[in-house]
């Protein structure tokens, strides 16, 4: 079965550091990778859309960045980190059934 | 841009009773997916029921189920015999056309009364 991980769990972060945070899928080929943010008490927004290794596209101008260096792996970055960036932070997959299945999430705190 | 209205920012109900979560959504689309996911304290996103818009049958998985109106764009959740552990934030999404992006409603806090 396909499983989805993504980590750390939880970070706090002083303004103007760098970020990493880092997502993987085990169990399928070739998904479609995606990174959101949920500001506190609302939706999600789709911050970051991947179909294969190497091609990102960005939804939202913003501080941060992808990458998909492996096929079942996706990071999510920033060189320096803003207050606005705090937040909670969804990898999500997606492959063929046309439904997206999330993993645990990274509570981000910027101080 | 395609939106997903939900106007029920909370609900509440009374545990082993049945709630109704709405959602309203735009397309120019005649076969599309419909989804409704699940967001516990620990803010994980958990798939709860899908809907195939070509599909006549209304979508069911034990106490939940949808009822889809097409024509309408109408696409609630129906949960039956609460439970304690149904409270939640309610998600229904559905993805853009020609690609698997998911747009989201604003969600629906559910609480059970016990």
């Known amino acids: 079965s396909q499983t989805i991980h993504q980590w750390p769990a939880t970070l706090v972060q002083p303004v103007g550091s760098p970020l990493s945070l880092e997502c993987t899928v085990e169990?399928?080929?070739?998904?479609?990778l995606y990174w959101y943010r949920q500001a506190a008490g609302r939706g999600l927004q789709l911050l970051f859309y991947?179909?294969?290794?190497?091609?990102i596209s960005s939804e939202v101008p913003q501080n941060l960045s992808a990458s998909r260096p492996q096929d079942r792996q996706f990071i999510l970055s920033s060189k320096k980190l803003l207050l606005s960036d705090s937040g909670f932070y969804l990898c999500a997959w997606s492959s063929g059934t046309v439904t997206a299945f999330f993993g645990q999430g990274t509570r981000l705190t910027v101080v | 841009a395609q939106t997903v209205t939900q106007s029920q920012p909370e609900m509440s109900v009374q545990e082993a009773e049945t709630v109704t979560l709405s959602c309203t959504y735009d397309t120019s689309e005649s076969d599309y997916y419909l989804f409704w996911y699940k967001q516990p304290p620990s803010r994980q996103m958990i798939l709860v029921i899908r809907q195939e818009a070509y599909k006549q049958q209304n979508a069911t998985e034990n106490r939940f189920s949808v009822n889809f109106q097409k024509a309408a764009k109408s696409f609630s959740l129906k949960i039956s015999d609460s439970q304690l552990g149904d409270a939640a934030m309610y998600f229904c999404a559905r993805p853009n056309f020609g690609n698997e992006k998911l747009t989201f409603g604003t969600g629906t806090r559910l609480t059970i009364i016990p």
């Open positions: 991947s179909v294969g290794i190497g091609q």
């Open positions: 169990g399928t080929s070739n998904p479609n």
